[in-house]
C-alpha cells in the first residue's frame, strides 16, 4: 500500500466516513476510493477533490511519492493553453462600429417617432464619452506585435 493510500483511509477513519461519504463529499466515485485505498496511482483531478474534501494541502494527502496515473501526468495548472492577447486598437474598433450602428437605428427610431424631441443624444453621449475617452488611451498606446 502506498503513502497516499494509507493517508487517504487514515483521514477518512478519523472522520468516521465511509468510502461512500468521502466520494460523496469529494465529487467523485465510491469505486475511485476503493482503488485509491487499494494502492492504484491517482489523478491530479482526483487528489485535488480529496485535499478539498479533507480541507488540506494536496502536498500532504500527496506525502510527496505517490505518482501521478499515467493518462493525467501532463495535467497540470499550466497545461491549459493561455488565451491570445486580444489587440486593443481592433477591439476598439469592432466597439466602435457597434456603436454606430445602434445609434444610427436609435437615430431613426427617434426621427421617425418623434421628430420634435431628440432624445437619442442621451445615449449617444452616455455610450459615446467613454468611447472617446478609450479612443484618447489608444492614441498613447503602442500597437501590438503581430
Same mark, same amino acid.
Given at each position: 500500500?502506498?503513502?497516499?493510500?494509507e493517508?487517504?483511509?487514515?483521514?477518512?477513519?478519523?472522520r468516521?466516513?465511509?468510502?461512500?461519504q468521502?466520494?460523496?463529499?469529494?465529487?467523485?466515485s465510491?469505486?475511485?476510493?476503493?482503488?485509491?485505498e487499494?494502492?492504484?496511482?491517482?489523478?491530479?483531478?482526483?487528489?485535488?477533490?480529496?485535499?478539498?474534501?479533507?480541507?488540506?494541502?494536496?502536498? &500532504?494527502l &500527496?506525502?510527496?511519492?505517490?505518482?501521478?496515473?499515467?493518462?493525467?501526468?501532463?495535467?497540470?495548472?499550466?497545461?491549459?493553453?493561455?488565451?491570445?492577447?486580444?489587440?486593443?486598437q481592433?477591439?476598439?474598433?469592432?466597439?466602435l462600429?457597434?456603436?454606430?450602428?445602434?445609434?444610427?437605428?436609435?437615430?431613426?427610431?427617434?426621427?421617425?417617432?418623434?421628430?420634435?424631441?431628440?432624445w437619442?443624444?442621451?445615449?449617444?453621449?452616455?455610450?459615446?464619452?467613454?468611447?472617446?475617452?478609450k479612443?484618447?488611451?489608444?492614441?498613447?498606446?503602442?500597437?501590438a506585435?503581430?
Open positions: 500500500m502506498t503513502d497516499t493510500a493517508t487517504i483511509r487514515e483521514l477518512r477513519l478519523q468516521a466516513w465511509s468510502q461512500e468521502l466520494a460523496e463529499i469529494a465529487g467523485i465510491a469505486r475511485t476510493v476503493q482503488r485509491l487499494q494502492g492504484q496511482a491517482a489523478a491530479l483531478e482526483t487528489l485535488k477533490a480529496l485535499a478539498a474534501a479533507f480541507d488540506m494541502p494536496i502536498d &500532504r &500527496r506525502g510527496g511519492s505517490a505518482p501521478l496515473a499515467k493518462d493525467d501526468s501532463m495535467m497540470t495548472e499550466t497545461a491549459v493553453p493561455s488565451p491570445a492577447p486580444r489587440d486593443p481592433r477591439t476598439f474598433r469592432r466597439h462600429l457597434v456603436f454606430a450602428a445602434v445609434m444610427s437605428g436609435l437615430a431613426a427610431i427617434n426621427l421617425f417617432h418623434n421628430p420634435d424631441h431628440l437619442v443624444i442621451y445615449p449617444a453621449l452616455g455610450w459615446g464619452v467613454p468611447l472617446a475617452i479612443a484618447l488611451s489608444l492614441r498613447h498606446t503602442p500597437p506585435a503581430g
